[in-house]
């Protein structure tokens, strides 16, 4: 079965600070890790994906099999950082998103 | 392109009553996901319609059902409406060639 935990449902960091949104997941397979992020009053909207290995918005999130695990980060968070989410998986079919309850992170100044 | 599109915004229904939900893809776009989203929780699978067919289905009772139309289009149809239907429905486009799934605004229904 596939599994997604974020285990912080809130996270509050100063402007400036390091940043860390935790994912953890279970699957037996190879995985599609994404996160996705939702500012006030938006659509929620691809950040990024594991496979591309891209840096969005100073973001960058690797995969570590190990401890399977999918940890978002960013050395010097922004107040325009300050939104909800969400970290999901995506099985071998490549078909459905599996979602975490995300977290909802807070920059203030 | 305006992106995925969903309608309506929102939606306020009675307890046993039938909801259609409707959703326009991304263009280019030929694969439609719809996903519960309950307060406070990450959006739920519930299924995937791609060449107009079920491709893949969560674990949501019969009472949720879907259509795809030739112009790729998409339908999530409620039977027998219970309050805990009341939620967040998200429509999510992708093409077949990608993994990628872009999502709609959303439309709310409340079931009273």
């Known amino acids: 079965a596939q599994r997604v935990t974020q285990p912080e449902k809130l996270l509050s960091v100063f402007k400036g600070a390091p940043v860390e949104l935790k994912c953890n997941y279970s699957?037996?397979?190879?995985?599609?890790l994404f996160w996705y992020v939702q500012y006030s009053r938006q659509r929620l909207q691809l950040l990024l994906r594991h496979i591309s290995r891209e840096s969005i918005k100073g973001f960058t999130a690797d995969l570590n099999k190990g401890e399977t695990s999918f940890h978002l980060k960013k050395p010097f968070a922004q107040e325009e950082d300050s939104a909800m989410y969400y970290c999901?998986?995506?099985?071998?079919?490549?078909?459905?998103?599996?979602f975490g309850k995300g977290t909802s992170l807070l920059v203030t100044p | 392109d305006a992106g995925v599109t969903q309608s309506p915004t929102h939606l306020i229904k009675t307890r046993g009553q039938q909801v259609t939900l409707r959703c326009s893809p991304k263009s280019g776009h030929d694969t439609v996901s719809w996903y519960q989203q309950a307060l406070g929780q990450g959006p739920q699978f519930i299924f995937q319609?791609?060449?107009?067919?079920?491709?893949q289905r969560g674990n949501f009772p019969d009472r949720f059902s879907g259509h795809q139309f030739p112009n790729y289009s998409s339908e999530l149809n409620v039977n027998a409406l219970l309050l805990g239907d009341s939620a967040l429905y998200l429509c999510?486009?992708?093409?077949?060639?990608?993994?990628?799934?872009?999502f709609g605004p959303g439309t709310r229904l409340t079931v009273t």
């Open positions: 699957y037996s397979g190879s995985p599609e």
């Open positions: 999510a486009s992708s093409s077949s060639l990608a993994y990628e799934q872009y």
């Open positions: 319609y791609y060449e107009e067919e079920e491709r």
């Open positions: 999901a998986l995506s099985g071998d079919s490549g078909y459905a998103l599996n």
